[in-house]
Nanobody, 122 residues
Framework: QVQLVESGGGSVQAGGSLRLSCVASGYTSAPNFMTWFRQAPGKEREGVASSYSGINIYSDSVKGRFTISRDNTKNMAYLQMNNLKPEDTAMYYC?????????????????WGQGTQVTVSS
């Protein structure tokens, strides 16, 4: 049974940094896509960064500030978040196994973690 578990969220001031981690258990081989989404209260879930076959993709809102990385030997994904802004405040989710659609379409993913909260104060 595949399970994703996120960690590393917290509260920081604007301009600060956080590093999120996601461990995927239950896989016999590394998942294709591993993607970070976020969802703020009252807003839709938004794809922020994805990693597939050594290619990293970012949303415009985080490009240049966030960096996604993977360790396929451990089935882990990371999201290094620098220069955080109050608008980055959200629950951050790890998703794996893109079955259909674009990388940033939440409905296309097979597995999800429970999320980790990131709060950025001004």
């Amino acid at each position: 049974q595949v399970q994703l578990v996120e960690s590393g969220g917290g509260s920081v001031q604007a301009g600060g940094s956080l590093r999120l981690s996601c461990v995927a258990s239950g896989y016999t081989s590394a998942p294709n896509f591993m993607t970070w989404f976020r969802q703020a209260p009252g807003k839709e879930r938004e794809g922020v960064a994805s990693s597939y076959s050594g290619i990293n993709i970012y949303s415009d809102s985080v490009k240049g500030r966030f960096t996604i990385s993977r360790d396929n030997t451990k089935n882990m994904a990371y999201l290094q978040m620098n220069n955080l802004k109050p608008e980055d405040t959200a629950m951050y989710y790890c998703a794996a196994d893109l079955l259909r659609g674009d990388w940033n379409a939440a409905a296309g993913y097979n597995y999800w973690g429970q999320g980790t909260q990131v709060t950025v104060s001004s």
